[in-house]
């Protein structure tokens, strides 16, 4: 019996992709703060807050992109082709953000201005257009002959659009969450009051896409609601919802709780898009074994991912280590 790469690829392409909404998520949602918090000092400890891990949190990206080109060439240039717009808008605004860290710093106070506006365009840009590439994607895509056969502008419709304000309201409560946990004082009791409006419109948006998913796409609704699948399947929104009562409770009293039910609320609700869709890797009908490059391949590129990976989680890990604890005004970025 042999290996399945295509399902190792699968996992690995999964699992990056969900690490890197999760790392990245709260740093996007530090920017999308900005215009709440006024004060320039206390921008000052935001930005302080993730600049050492900012960059190294998008390497998940990176290797989302290659995994998928190497191991799935299929979906890689379908997606591509589809999502094109709405993913190079998802760029720019990383650009422009990382732009806006470096020119920030060194800008003169008349102009620091404009990169803080920079610093949350750049990062709403981000966010709100990989929520409407997630739309889009679970929202399907024609294919014919191995090829796209939409249109260009078939990304574009209520539900993508929906999902891109749900995730800029992801992004908004990590960000608060993460800056609970790094900051205090009037900062952090900012981000207190700020968590709490963020949180209950992400169960509500969490709620909206779990209803209208299955209402728009017979093939999930079946995979959620027949029998066994529902018996279980059914403790995930359960955990959801007990997931979500204890970030809430632990608001007003805990500094790292808050932060780590956030994250556990966005990874419970990737798995649940994870098995929405699987196996398929171009919705609706194209799964991951037909879309696969030859196994030879798969072996050869999974060779470099398996040797590069630890090296990514050690020195992601170290560097949280040694960057741990609050975050002062002299820690700034220069």
Known sequence: MGVDTALIWAVIILIGTMLYVIADGFDLGVGLLFPSVPNEQHRDRMMASVAPIWDGNETWLVLGGAGLMAAFPLAYSVVLSALYIPILLMLVGLILRGVAFEARAKARDRSRHRWDNAFFGGSLLATLFQGIILGAYLSGIEVEEGRYSGGP??????????????????????????????????????MRALAGPLS?????AMLTVSIWTPLTHPAIA???FSLPNLYWLAPLPILSGVTWLILLRSLPKSESSPFIMALTMMGLGFLGLGISLWPNVIPPSIDIWAASSPASSQGFALVGALLIIPVILTYTAWSYYVFRGKVNLEDGYH
């Open 222 to 224: 079946e995979r959620w």
């Open 153 to 190: 502008w078939d990304w574009i419709s209520p539900f993508s659009l929906f999902c891109g304000i749900s995730l800029t309201t992801a992004y908004g409560l990590l960000g608060c969450t993460w800056l609970i946990l790094k900051t205090d004082g009037p900062l952090q009791d900012k």
């Open 200 to 204: 209950w419109l992400l169960m509500a």
